[in-house]
């Protein structure tokens, strides 16, 4: 677990519009088998943006050779990452994806039918 929070630390800190004092981390440490439900009742209690549009923030470099795929959405919004400079341009710009953003929020906020 330590290992997983230092990269996602050390992706915080290469990109260029992020600073990592802004972010906190709560845990939990459990047996294996309780990750998978944990997961899901967190995704699904508080619905968060990257787990639904904006993917990669997890990511790893794909190696080399093997860049044939698009840069992660999460990182056309927080530039940075050396290696997804080597990906293939997104199909959407970074402007489609903050309005795709507004859009989630707004749905979300939506008051649910009875």
Known sequence: MYGRL??????????????LADFRC????VDDIWIPLGESLLIQTFSPVWNHLIDGFGNH??????HEGQVPSWDVLHPGRDWANRLQPNRRSSDE???AIVEFFKAQLKPSVP
Request: hydrophobic share 35%; proline share 4%.
């Open 6 to 19: 230092a990269q996602h630390a050390d992706s915080i800190q290469q990109v260029k519009n992020l600073d």
């Open 26 to 29: 709560r845990y939990l440490t």
């Open 61 to 66: 470099d794909p190696g080399k050779g093997r």
């Open 97 to 99: 994806l903050l309005a």
